[in-house]
């Protein structure tokens, strides 16, 4: 694995010059960064994502916890959302709970460790207090499917009565033309 050390005993530059010059910053010649780049292209230099992510304090991750992933509408719902989360610079990890409070609860807990930049989940909704509390502590978090009637979240919620009830309409006034 190349670092930014290599690079700099390549060039003759230092660490903090080859790191600015990687990360575009103004201050560098522009001489300086070809010489850079072209020496981080040769020796295939992939930038380190985590230490990337501690100087940032963001990893670029969203964590996506599906109840059932059989489920043909999460299985759906996963393909839309990691291809709006991919289009926004963001990785997607997906895990599925099998409806498993406590795999629930794990899962989560690996989110806030891996810091992960947000959470989508559909929950089994026997974790009530792990999710108000990431409401409270103002953890980007999305709830799908579920609503907790204790405490407000970012939910995205369907409305199946009112759905049943437009079709009818829609299928009564079909037959009534």
Do not use: H, W
């Amino acid at each position: 694995m190349v670092r930014l050390k290599d690079i700099a005993k390549l060039t003759g530059f230092s660490i903090n010059t080859v790191s600015r010059a990687l990360n575009n910053k103004a201050e560098v010649k522009k001489e300086t960064r070809r010489k850079i780049l072209r020496v981080a292209k040769e020796l295939n230099y992939q930038p380190n994502a985590l230490a990337r992510s501690m100087v940032l304090k963001k990893t670029n991750l969203v964590g996506l916890v599906i109840s059932e992933i059989k489920d043909p509408f999460y299985s759906q719902l996963t393909s839309v959302i990691e291809n709006y989360v991919y289009s926004n610079n963001y990785k997607l990890i997906l895990y599925n709970t099998n409806e498993d409070p406590n795999r629930e609860v794990q899962i989560i807990n690996l989110l806030l460790q891996q810091k992960a930049d947000g959470i989508i989940i559909i929950p089994t909704q026997k974790n009530k207090n792990i999710i108000k509390k990431l409401v409270n502590d103002n953890y980007p978090l999305v709830i799908i499917s579920r609503k907790f009637n204790s405490f407000n979240a970012n939910s995205v919620i369907s409305n199946f009565e009112q759905g049943v009830f437009n079709i009818v309409n829609m299928v009564r006034e079909e037959l009534v033309c």
